[in-house]
């Protein structure tokens, strides 16, 4: 969280929006929701961004499954391919689609049945 911080006190300096036709590292800058999961997504001072990550599933009246992830990435167009290289094998690719983010993952970033899949809209 620390990182996710101090990442955007940079971001606060001011950073160009590039053309509405490729989204620009600003553009998926945001807290972004779908029910329970969190996806915070940081532009810094470059075209890299900083994602962390918090997905949720309910098992019980006060019980839930849950796993986080962090990444650092570089946008490519409209898709953003998050990446881990610890050995679990976990990946996140999310398409920046009007004001939204869809997100598919590919099923080895936690518990199972606990996915970052879904439809994120900006808070």
């Known amino acids: 969280m620390h990182r996710f911080l101090t990442i955007a006190l940079f971001s606060l300096a001011g950073i160009?929006?590039?053309p509405a036709s490729e989204p620009a590292p600003i553009h998926?800058?945001?807290?972004?929701?779908?029910?329970?999961?969190?996806?915070?997504?940081?532009?810094?001072?470059?075209?890299a961004?900083?994602?962390?990550?918090?997905?949720?599933r309910q098992t019980g009246?006060?019980?839930?499954?849950?796993?986080?992830v962090d990444f650092d990435a570089i946008p490519?167009?409209?898709k953003l391919l998050l990446a881990k290289a610890d050995g679990t094998g976990c990946a996140i690719e999310l398409s920046y689609v009007g004001q939204?983010?869809?997100?598919?993952?590919?099923?080895?970033?936690?518990?199972?049945?606990?996915?970052?899949?879904?439809?994120?809209?900006?808070?």
Not at 49 to 56: H, N, P, R
Request: proline share 3%.
């Open 100 to 123: 939204q983010i869809a997100a598919h993952e590919n099923g080895k970033c936690g518990p199972e049945s606990v996915s970052f899949d879904g439809t994120y809209t900006r808070q």
């Open 49 to 56: 961004v900083a994602v962390e990550g918090a997905a949720y």
């Open 61 to 68: 009246v006060k019980s839930y499954l849950d796993t986080q």
């Open 28 to 47: 998926w800058h945001g807290i972004w929701m779908n029910g329970l999961n969190v996806l915070w997504i940081v532009a810094g001072p470059t075209e």
């Open 16 to 18: 160009a929006a590039s």
């Open 76 to 78: 490519m167009g409209d």
